[in-house]
């Protein structure tokens, strides 16, 4: 029962956005992308409230930075998908909501500390997504989010952790932070607004669209508390 309560808890490193949540304007992208590098993490404080209470953090879920040819890819494994990389832009709608904390190391990463981090990522991609072993520490097919990162970030031997599995997203920025590995950054909040209302509607249509959007919404905020979905 426990390990079952686990594997529900931790499910919720992925993303919170749905389809129709749009793409984040580009000055918004500009300004997370402002001192980002290969090595920076991405933290993320969703509103799982499960993760929350077991691993006593507010974060629920991380991803690493590679910058290549002038853009910025953003690797990590999530439930449903597994381990893979997506554009920044991609990246931070599928976060949205949930504020993002974005941390950098205290020192740029050398060539050979950079290529082995990229290494390492580019060697998990396909991996499915599991968590169960987070109880444990033992090793199994699967990735969580914050076990891939601690692993690259031990490939690039920037970290040493006796056991990544059992890594959490907080305690990753704990562990990056306290030893002065890694620097904070900037932090955004990320929001979906509501479309401004179709005025030249109806009383009676623009009161149903209301109603159905806010059912809508408390149903999205429902699914992000307990399903972590």
């Known amino acids: 029962m ?5 594997a529900c808890t931790f499910a919720c490193c992925g993303p919170s956005a749905d389809a129709t949540t749009p793409t984040p304007p580009q000055d918004l992208i500009s300004e997370i992308s402002q001192n980002l590098q290969t090595g920076s993490l991405i933290f993320s404080q969703g509103d799982c409230l499960a993760v929350k209470v077991f691993s006593r953090s507010s974060y629920t879920h991380v991803g690493g930075v590679v910058a290549k040819d002038g853009q910025f890819i953003v690797y990590d494994s999530m439930n449903g998908a597994g381990v893979g990389k997506t554009s920044l ?3 931070v709608r599928r976060q949205t909501p949930s504020t ?5 190391p205290t020192a740029p990463f050398s060539s050979s500390k950079a ?6 990522l580019e060697s998990q991609l396909g ?11 033992k090793r199994c097919d699967g990735l969580h989010c914050a ?7 031990m ?20 562990g990056v932070t306290a030893t002065k590995a890694y620097q904070e950054g900037s932090h955004f909040e990320l929001k979906v607004s509501d479309p401004p209302p179709a005025l030249d509607r109806p009383w009676y249509e623009r009161a149903w669209n209301c109603t159905s959007t806010t059912c809508r919404k408390s149903a999205s905020q429902m699914r992000r508390w307990f399903v972590c979905r």
């Open 147 to 153: 076990e891939y990162m601690t692993d690259a970030l």
């Open 2 to 6: 426990w390990s079952l309560f686990v």
């Open 115 to 120: 290529a082995a981090f990229e290494q390492h």
């Open 89 to 91: 832009e991609e990246y």
């Open 155 to 174: 490939n690039a031997e920037v970290l040493f952790a006796k056991q990544p599995p059992r890594v959490s997203p907080g305690s990753l920025f704990e």
């Open 100 to 104: 993002l904390h974005i941390v950098h």
């Open 127 to 137: 991996r499915k997504y599991s968590v169960k072993h987070h109880l444990t520490g």
